[in-house]
């Protein structure tokens, strides 16, 4: 076990230093040198010159990446041509929306998932059936985005019920900065109107967010406790007078669970590319909405360091779902690997 | 069949033989279906003209912002061009960059997988991971990074496409490679001095074309959402050429009184999507019935 | 069917005519047709024939655990202690598993849970059924555990099913379906997929829970020497029917049907040795879909006459034997003993 663990986290250690290759690469590739590029297109000459030294751009490349690496650890990203502020600076301020819709989007997902996944399971029928494959459907076809501006035309243009987008509406104060998550904030400091309001925002964006992943999986889930309601252990424990709730809840989804917690951390890799998206279309302020603008405003030292951290962070939760593999099924504890 | 009432697992979902003529009849379908949407599509990239006399970039009298209407079957869009020959229009550069993507990543996959299925074990185990690598990361993610970094235009998104799209083939090629190297003909022609393309070519490549095909069709639906996707966030095929990603970004403004801008170009996609499933469903359940008959 | 009149207690577990259908890409078919026997306590009924022949249907049927989608039991009934078990509903049937009836299934391999310790495994008849208190029932499955023969126990109970053999695996299983005190055990193939070693162990085991508590067991076997060592009564099935029934030795020793003497050949009922198979036959059993007309084994049989291609015989006494046979030449007497062997092929 220790030493899976191990392998694992070597494994995963050869992951982020293979983004930053990736990353040093791009620099390299984007015209100009990787100097101008971090500095930004605003910085006075002393900065890039500055920069330049600090890279070691007139040593070797392999010195160069070196560099380059050290510069990472000491969190120093660049500069974005767009704010002139430091990426790191941006990034803490565009963070705490993009994790306030990434965590909630991703715990009802999962907390929807599994139930559904194990209600279309034993309800073997027509209905079930007929319910999982369309939503496949939906999953296979509609990009994130079209699903995403469609909530919006139906329940902003049309039926006024929800914000076109934003955390909040633009007129409306921000609660007190504690976190950066307003949620958080708002409901921290009583500020309860606030919090309503910011709940009003999040509904479509997480919304999008949670049926463009239930298309995609629920399928599985559903596959997967089926292969496991299939299992001779299960006709033993209805042998034994177990049925119902306790039979699915401690027999099955122990076991249904490992190919479900797989496809979860594979759906928060799809969760983590859709972002960008999403918060675009509900102009959602977050680090999607930055790397958005800056696609658009040729400003690259935010968008290295996004792909930094959207990376950094797909690994780290893979390196958690892998872990945890070892806890729901015991074979895996003993057997070498 | 029959033999399913001796010893029968026991826990068999539907009567077998009740499924085989539903799901027959259901491949029929969507085969047609299937290759009448993709066609159509195709014919709509290649030669728009067929479908639609507007020109994409003229600017029509009924002003920005009118709805779908005899005149303009879409309407027209934020600067009053004929968003319906828009969108025909874009199926040519939104198709051609999928296409291009899933070939020239298969094209790469295929010759990494072969290389990595006949090669030596150190070989082989130094190509598999460099192919977990690629595959340990969301792709679109680091596509968009890439072709962030290429710059602007069309082929820059095919490249970085490409780049992310090829090591899943190399990996499904690898695999079939490996599991249909002992079958006893393939040695026979290895024995015989064949090299490794000619023996995949000539002995491996009829088996495996019902998981290609179904890989190969997914994959244009997927292709085409990740183009779409990257040209919604600007990059691909600039303005003023139609892109169906990019027109969908444009119409989020108009939400509110242009809701085709957004419908539209979404459809399109989701169309394309699907049909080039059902096509590949539907070529796959011919093939396998085809075989089906042989097996007993 | 009538009873045999050595005994004359009332059986635990009663089976008439016990027919389970089964609805396979749009036909009906019956595994399970017209099976019926009488168990008492202490005894053992040992259900044997080919794969295929129902008796996997007929311990399911009873347990009430067919898949519901596409079998269900069309007729008879089982009487345990009085109750008829089919006519119950299925939170009735629920309340009785494991504890007045249980069944031991076959596989040990596939049949435990890996995610779940042998030791919440085996306790969990009793907790489902609040029988005893977590305590009680840890208590009460280290008991029978160790009297089966599992080694380092209380620790044991915390193992994983992977960490045990296959022989330790079956015992688990024992142990599972005897903790409930059930008056009935319904065992499917509890010898197959161990090795002789344990088989033996496992058949002793048995032998003893029966001595000490008067368990009735329903044996579902092909293994002869299992049969031969610990069965009271046997029922012999074809094709889903019953086609000899009677005391153990007895079917041994003067088979009353064509086909039972074609499994035994000239197997000694004294000497068998564990693990004889049946299978001596050539000729493979009908499929279900497709049974012969007449009596189901006719194709295969030696003596076989016109009328056993037309007539389905019925269960019937066999004169000069206790056994009863559904042959129609036995009914009259008519099956001589030592005839030829059985036929190859089709004729």
């Given at each position: 076990m220790i030493a899976y663990a191990g392998r694992r986290l070597g494994w995963a250690l050869v992951l982020l230093w293979a983004v930053t290759v990736f990353t040093f690469v791009l620099l390299h590739l984007i015209p100009g040198n990787p100097a101008l590029v971090l500095a930004g297109m605003g910085a006075k000459k002393s900065q890039v010159h500055a920069l330049y030294v600090q890279l070691g751009l007139n040593k070797p490349l392999p010195v160069q990446y070196l560099k380059y690496v050290e510069g990472l650890v000491h969190l120093n990203l660049g500069r974005s041509a767009v704010t002139g502020d430091a990426v790191t600076t941006d990034l803490?301020?565009?963070?705490?929306?993009?994790?306030?819709?990434?965590?909630?989007?991703?715990?009802?997902?999962?907390?929807?998932?599994?139930?559904?996944?194990?209600?279309?399971?034993?309800?073997?029928?027509?209905?079930?059936?007929?319910?999982?494959?369309?939503?496949?459907?939906?999953?296979?076809?509609?990009?994130?985005?079209?699903?995403?501006?469609?909530?919006?035309?139906?329940?902003?243009?049309?039926?006024?019920?929800?914000?076109?987008?934003?955390?909040?509406?633009?007129?409306?104060?921000?609660?007190?900065?504690?976190?950066?998550?307003?949620?958080?904030?708002?409901?921290?400091?009583?500020?309860?109107?606030?919090?309503?309001?910011?709940?009003?925002?999040?509904?479509?964006?997480?919304?999008?967010?949670?049926?463009?992943?239930?298309?995609?999986?629920?399928?599985?889930?559903?596959?997967?406790?089926?292969?496991?309601?299939?299992?001779?252990?299960?006709?033993?424990?209805?042998?034994?007078?177990?049925?119902?709730?306790?039979?699915?809840?401690?027999?099955?989804?122990?076991?249904?669970?490992?190919?479900?917690?797989?496809?979860?951390?594979?759906?928060?890799?799809?969760?983590?590319?859709?972002?960008?998206?999403?918060?675009?279309?509900?102009?959602?302020?977050?680090?999607?909405l930055y790397l958005y603008n800056s696609i658009q405003s040729f400003d690259y030292a935010p968008i290295m360091a996004i792909t930094l951290l959207i990376s950094g962070t797909f690994i780290v939760v893979n390196l958690l779902t892998d872990l945890i593999y070892p806890i729901l099924d015991p074979r895996l504890r003993d057997r070498q690997e | 069949m029959a033999s399913s009432a001796i010893g029968l697992p026991l826990r068999r979902e539907a009567p077998a033989r009740a499924r085989w003529s539903q799901s027959e009849r259901s491949r029929r379908v969507f085969l047609i279906v299937g290759s009448v949407i993709v066609a159509v599509f195709v014919i709509a990239a290649v030669v728009p003209q067929l479908f639609t006399s507007q020109n994409p970039n003229a600017l029509y009298a009924s002003g920005p912002l009118s709805p779908p209407s005899s005149q303009h079957w879409l309407g027209t869009d934020e600067l009053g061009r004929d968003f319906f020959a828009r969108v025909v229009y874009g199926a040519r550069a939104s198709l051609t960059m999928s296409v291009l993507v899933v070939a020239i990543g298969a094209a790469i996959g295929v010759l990494v997988g072969v290389v990595a299925g006949f090669a030596g074990r150190r070989v082989d185990d130094v190509l598999m991971r460099v192919v977990d690598l690629f595959l340990s990361f969301p792709g679109f993610v680091l596509a968009l990074a890439l072709a962030a970094a290429l710059g602007r235009g069309e082929r820059s998104v095919v490249i970085a496409l490409s780049i992310v799209w090829w090591p899943s083939y190399a990996r499904l090629i690898r695999g079939m490679v490996l599991s249909l190297k002992h079958r006893l003909h393939v040695e026979s022609a290895r024995a015989l001095g064949a090299g490794p393309f000619r023996i995949v070519r000539k002995h491996m490549l009829p088996f495996m074309w019902e998981q290609l095909n179904a890989r190969v069709t997914q994959d244009l639906g997927y292709a085409l959402v990740n183009v779409a996707g990257l040209g919604f966030v600007g990059l691909g095929a600039q303005p003023p050429t139609p892109e169906w990603g990019s027109l969908l970004e444009a119409g989020l403004q108009y939400v509110a009184n242009g809701w085709w801008l957004t419908v539209f170009p979404g459809l399109a996609i989701t169309l394309w999507t699907l049909g080039v499933a059902m096509l590949g469903d539907g070529i796959s359940g011919f093939a396998r019935s085809e075989r089906s008959v042989h097996r007993r | 069917m009538t009873a045999d009149v050595r005994e004359t207690a009332e059986p635990v577990l009663e089976v008439r005519g016990l027919r389970t259908a089964l609805h396979i890409g749009g036909t009906q078919l019956y595994p399970v047709d017209g099976v019926g026997f009488e168990l008492r306590s202490g005894e053992t009924v040992a259900i044997v024939?080919?794969?295929?022949?129902?008796?996997?249907?007929?311990?399911?049927?009873?347990?009430?655990?067919?898949?519901?989608?596409?079998?269900?039991?069309?007729?008879?009934?089982?009487?345990?202690?009085?109750?008829?078990?089919?006519?119950?509903?299925?939170?009735?049937?629920?309340?009785?598993?494991?504890?007045?009836?249980?069944?031991?299934?076959?596989?040990?391999?596939?049949?435990?849970?890996?995610?779940?310790?042998?030791?919440?495994?085996?306790?969990?008849?009793?907790?489902?059924?609040?029988?005893?208190?977590?305590?009680?029932?840890?208590?009460?499955?280290?008991?029978?555990?160790?009297?089966?023969?599992?080694?380092?126990?209380?620790?044991?109970?915390?193992?994983?099913?992977?960490?045990?053999?296959?022989?330790?695996?079956?015992?688990?299983?024992?142990?599972?379906?005897?903790?409930?005190?059930?008056?009935?055990?319904?065992?499917?193939?509890?010898?197959?997929?161990?090795?002789?070693?344990?088989?033996?162990?496992?058949?002793?085991?048995?032998?003893?829970?029966?001595?000490?508590?008067?368990?009735?067991?329903?044996?579902?076997?092909?293994?002869?020497?299992?049969?031969?060592?610990?069965?009271?009564?046997?029922?012999?099935?074809?094709?889903?029917?019953?086609?000899?029934?009677?005391?153990?030795?007895?079917?041994?020793?003067?088979?009353?049907?064509?086909?039972?003497?074609?499994?035994?050949?000239?197997?000694?009922?004294?000497?068998?040795?564990?693990?004889?198979?049946?299978?001596?036959?050539?000729?493979?059993?009908?499929?279900?879909?497709?049974?012969?007309?007449?009596?189901?084994?006719?194709?295969?049989?030696?003596?076989?006459?016109?009328?056993?291609?037309?007539?389905?015989?019925?269960?019937?006494?066999?004169?000069?034997?206790?056994?009863?046979?559904?042959?129609?030449?036995?009914?009259?007497?008519?099956?001589?003993?030592?005839?030829?062997?059985?036929?190859?092929?089709?004729?």
């Amino acid at each position: 076990m220790i030493a899976y663990a191990g392998r694992r986290l070597g494994w995963a250690l050869v992951l982020l230093w293979a983004v930053t290759v990736f990353t040093f690469v791009l620099l390299h590739l984007i015209p100009g040198n990787p100097a101008l590029v971090l500095a930004g297109m605003g910085a006075k000459k002393s900065q890039v010159h500055a920069l330049y030294v600090q890279l070691g751009l007139n040593k070797p490349l392999p010195v160069q990446y070196l560099k380059y690496v050290e510069g990472l650890v000491h969190l120093n990203l660049g500069r974005s041509a767009v704010t002139g502020d430091a990426v790191t600076t941006d990034l803490a301020h565009y963070l705490p929306a993009t994790i306030e819709l990434v965590v909630i989007s991703f715990t009802i997902y999962v907390l929807l998932a599994i139930p559904l996944g194990a209600w279309a399971a034993r309800r073997q029928g027509r209905v079930a059936e007929a319910f999982v494959r369309v939503t496949a459907i939906i999953g296979s076809g509609m990009p994130v985005f079209w699903l995403g501006a469609l909530f919006q035309g139906l329940f902003f243009a049309k039926l006024h019920w929800l914000p076109v987008g934003g955390e909040l509406a633009i007129t409306a104060s921000a609660p007190p900065d504690r976190t950066g998550i307003y949620l958080i904030d708002s409901a921290l400091a009583g500020q309860w109107g606030t919090f309503w309001q910011t709940i009003l925002h999040l509904i479509l964006p997480v919304a999008t967010i949670v049926i463009a992943m239930l298309a995609v999986g629920l399928r599985s889930t559903r596959a997967s406790v089926l292969q496991e309601l299939r299992r001779p252990y299960v006709r033993t424990a209805e042998s034994k007078g177990v049925a119902g709730v306790r039979l699915m809840a401690v027999h099955v989804m122990k076991n249904a669970l490992n190919p479900v917690v797989s496809l979860l951390g594979l759906q928060f890799g799809f969760l983590l590319g859709w972002i960008c998206l999403v918060e675009t279309v509900f102009s959602w302020p977050g680090i999607g909405l930055y790397l958005y603008n800056s696609i658009q405003s040729f400003d690259y030292a935010p968008i290295m360091a996004i792909t930094l951290l959207i990376s950094g962070t797909f690994i780290v939760v893979n390196l958690l779902t892998d872990l945890i593999y070892p806890i729901l099924d015991p074979r895996l504890r003993d057997r070498q690997e | 069949m029959a033999s399913s009432a001796i010893g029968l697992p026991l826990r068999r979902e539907a009567p077998a033989r009740a499924r085989w003529s539903q799901s027959e009849r259901s491949r029929r379908v969507f085969l047609i279906v299937g290759s009448v949407i993709v066609a159509v599509f195709v014919i709509a990239a290649v030669v728009p003209q067929l479908f639609t006399s507007q020109n994409p970039n003229a600017l029509y009298a009924s002003g920005p912002l009118s709805p779908p209407s005899s005149q303009h079957w879409l309407g027209t869009d934020e600067l009053g061009r004929d968003f319906f020959a828009r969108v025909v229009y874009g199926a040519r550069a939104s198709l051609t960059m999928s296409v291009l993507v899933v070939a020239i990543g298969a094209a790469i996959g295929v010759l990494v997988g072969v290389v990595a299925g006949f090669a030596g074990r150190r070989v082989d185990d130094v190509l598999m991971r460099v192919v977990d690598l690629f595959l340990s990361f969301p792709g679109f993610v680091l596509a968009l990074a890439l072709a962030a970094a290429l710059g602007r235009g069309e082929r820059s998104v095919v490249i970085a496409l490409s780049i992310v799209w090829w090591p899943s083939y190399a990996r499904l090629i690898r695999g079939m490679v490996l599991s249909l190297k002992h079958r006893l003909h393939v040695e026979s022609a290895r024995a015989l001095g064949a090299g490794p393309f000619r023996i995949v070519r000539k002995h491996m490549l009829p088996f495996m074309w019902e998981q290609l095909n179904a890989r190969v069709t997914q994959d244009l639906g997927y292709a085409l959402v990740n183009v779409a996707g990257l040209g919604f966030v600007g990059l691909g095929a600039q303005p003023p050429t139609p892109e169906w990603g990019s027109l969908l970004e444009a119409g989020l403004q108009y939400v509110a009184n242009g809701w085709w801008l957004t419908v539209f170009p979404g459809l399109a996609i989701t169309l394309w999507t699907l049909g080039v499933a059902m096509l590949g469903d539907g070529i796959s359940g011919f093939a396998r019935s085809e075989r089906s008959v042989h097996r007993r | 069917m009538t009873a045999d009149v050595r005994e004359t207690a009332e059986p635990v577990l009663e089976v008439r005519g016990l027919r389970t259908a089964l609805h396979i890409g749009g036909t009906q078919l019956y595994p399970v047709d017209g099976v019926g026997f009488e168990l008492r306590s202490g005894e053992t009924v040992a259900i044997v024939g080919e794969s295929g022949s129902g008796k996997s249907m007929t311990a399911l049927s009873l347990m009430g655990l067919l898949p519901n989608r596409i079998a269900k039991v069309v007729g008879g009934a089982a009487l345990l202690q009085g109750r008829d078990l089919l006519a119950l509903n299925p939170k009735a049937m629920r309340e009785l598993r494991g504890v007045e009836i249980s069944y031991m299934p076959q596989d040990p391999v596939s049949a435990l849970n890996p995610a779940l310790t042998i030791g919440r495994q085996v306790m969990e008849p009793l907790l489902v059924h609040r029988k005893a208190s977590r305590d009680e029932a840890e208590s009460r499955a280290v008991e029978l555990l160790g009297n089966l023969g599992i080694p380092n126990l209380p620790a044991s109970l915390s193992a994983y099913p992977h960490q045990l053999s296959g022989g330790m695996r079956q015992r688990v299983l024992l142990a599972m379906s005897l903790i409930g005190r059930p008056k009935v055990l319904i065992a499917d193939e509890p010898t197959t997929s161990v090795d002789v070693t344990t088989q033996e162990q496992i058949i002793d085991l048995l032998w003893a829970i029966q001595r000490e508590t008067q368990l009735g067991i329903v044996l579902i076997t092909h293994d002869l020497g299992v049969v031969a060592r610990i069965a009271t009564r046997v029922l012999v099935m074809y094709a889903g029917r019953v086609v000899e029934y009677g005391e153990a030795e007895e079917v041994f020793e003067r088979p009353m049907h064509p086909y039972t003497r074609g499994l035994l050949q000239s197997v000694d009922f004294d000497e068998v040795e564990p693990r004889t198979r049946l299978f001596a036959l050539d000729g493979n059993p009908p499929q279900l879909a497709d049974l012969p007309s007449g009596c189901a084994f006719n194709p295969r049989c030696a003596h076989r006459v016109q009328a056993c291609m037309e007539v389905v015989p019925e269960l019937a006494s066999v004169p000069g034997s206790q056994s009863l046979s559904a042959c129609l030449l036995a009914a009259q007497g008519l099956l001589t003993p030592a005839s030829g062997g059985p036929v190859t092929g089709n004729d």
